[in-house]
C-alpha cells in the first residue's frame, strides 16, 4: 500500500473555488493511476475523478465534469483536485486514492482502490 495524505480542504462561498492535493508516499507513484472520491453525510462514498499514471488521461464524474480538474506532477508524488464553480451539493469529505495494481486504470468503484488518505472537509456555503 501507498501512504496517501490530503490537505486543501475548507469552507468557500458557492461560485467559489479550492484546490485539493494529496501527497503520496511508499511506492513508486508514477506507476499508478491515482482517484478523487467523496463522502457526504449519510452518503455512500462516491467517485470524482481519475488520472492516468502518466497524467494523459482523466476521467470525472458527471456531476464534476466541466467544473473540477485533476492532475497530477510526478517528481512531487503529489495529485491535486482544482475544484470551480463549487455547489452546495459538493460538501463531502474528500478523499484520494490509489489502486493496488500498476499500470491499471480503475473504474469507479472505489473496491478497485486499496489505499486511501483520511480525508479532507469542503464545505460550500451557500
Known amino acids: 500500500q501507498v501512504q496517501l495524505a490530503e490537505s486543501g480542504g475548507g469552507l468557500v462561498q458557492a461560485g467559489g473555488s479550492l484546490r485539493l492535493s494529496c501527497a503520496a508516499s511508499g511506492r513508486t507513484f508514477s506507476s499508478f493511476a491515482m482517484g478523487w472520491f467523496r463522502q457526504a453525510p449519510g452518503k455512500e462514498r462516491e467517485f470524482v475523478a481519475t488520472i492516468t499514471w502518466r497524467g494523459r488521461s482523466t476521467y470525472y464524474a458527471d456531476s464534476v465534469r466541466g467544473r473540477f480538474t485533476i492532475s497530477r506532477d510526478n517528481a512531487k508524488n503529489t495529485v491535486y483536485l482544482q475544484m470551480n464553480s463549487l455547489r452546495p451539493e459538493d460538501t463531502a469529505v474528500y478523499y484520494c486514492?490509489?489502486?493496488?495494481?500498476?499500470?491499471?486504470?480503475?473504474?469507479?468503484?472505489?473496491?478497485?482502490?486499496?489505499?486511501w488518505g483520511q480525508g479532507t472537509q469542503v464545505t460550500v456555503s451557500s
Open positions: 486514492a490509489a489502486p493496488a495494481v500498476p499500470f491499471h486504470i480503475p473504474g469507479p468503484n472505489p473496491n478497485e482502490y486499496d489505499s
